[in-house]
């Protein structure tokens, strides 16, 4: 699994919305209980960046695994949608923890699409912390195409 380079920062970059994302605990603006994780297009790959409360912590002072996944897994479907056009399911997501992951610091989480093997798209992401290369998590993952667009 090798991560997708971190690209430069966001100001520049031109942001992705999605026409309906309801409740979404990791995307929408309407969930305060939310991330609400902002997604821009980031040359092959989409871009986020968030900085982790520490009420999302797991041991003091370094992200939950868990809320790690989610952010992986929001980036991910977030770079099927707007790379593609198709919604997703997460088939599989398979995670390298590299490093702890800072609360209190910027994350910077990418994904690309690695490959499309028709019925699903295989997609890697990472989370870096901001100024930083070296990937603190990494993820892999079968995203299946969803029937129906609604």
Same mark, same amino acid.
């Given at each position: 699994?090798?991560?997708?380079?971190?690209?430069?920062?966001?100001?520049?970059?031109?942001?992705?919305?999605?026409?309906?994302?309801?409740?979404?605990?990791?995307?929408?603006?309407?969930?305060?209980?939310?991330?609400?994780?902002?997604?821009?297009?980031?040359?092959?790959?989409?871009?986020?960046?968030?900085?982790?409360?520490?009420?999302?912590?797991?041991?003091?002072?370094?992200?939950?695994?868990?809320?790690?996944?989610?952010?992986?897994?929001?980036?991910?479907? @977030? $770079?099927?949608?707007?790379?593609?056009?198709?919604?997703?399911? =997460?088939? &599989?997501?398979?995670?390298? *923890? #590299? +490093?702890?992951?800072?609360?209190?610091?910027?994350?910077?989480?990418?994904?690309?699409?690695?490959?499309?093997?028709?019925?699903?798209?295989?997609?890697? @992401? $990472?989370?870096?912390?901001?100024?930083?290369?070296?990937?603190? =998590?990494? &993820?892999?993952?079968?995203? *299946? #195409? +969803?029937?129906?667009?609604?």
């Amino acid at each position: 699994m090798t991560a997708p380079p971190l690209a430069s920062s966001l100001p520049d970059r031109d942001e992705l919305v999605f026409p309906e994302s309801g409740l979404c605990f990791g995307c929408s603006p309407l969930n305060a209980a939310g991330l609400r994780l902002r997604f821009f297009r980031d040359g092959d790959g989409v871009r986020a960046e968030t900085t982790m409360a520490p009420e999302y912590q797991g041991a003091p002072g370094v992200v939950h695994g868990g809320m790690q996944a989610v952010l992986l897994d929001e980036i991910s479907c @977030a $770079a099927a949608f707007f790379l593609t056009g198709t919604r997703v399911m =997460t088939g &599989s997501l398979d995670l390298r *923890y #590299r +490093r702890a992951c800072p609360t209190g610091e910027r994350l910077g989480v990418r994904a690309v699409i690695a490959r499309d093997e028709g019925r699903y798209l295989v997609i890697r @992401a $990472a989370i870096h912390t901001v100024g930083e290369g070296a990937a603190v =998590t990494e &993820s892999e993952g079968r995203f *299946y #195409r +969803r029937e129906s667009q609604e």
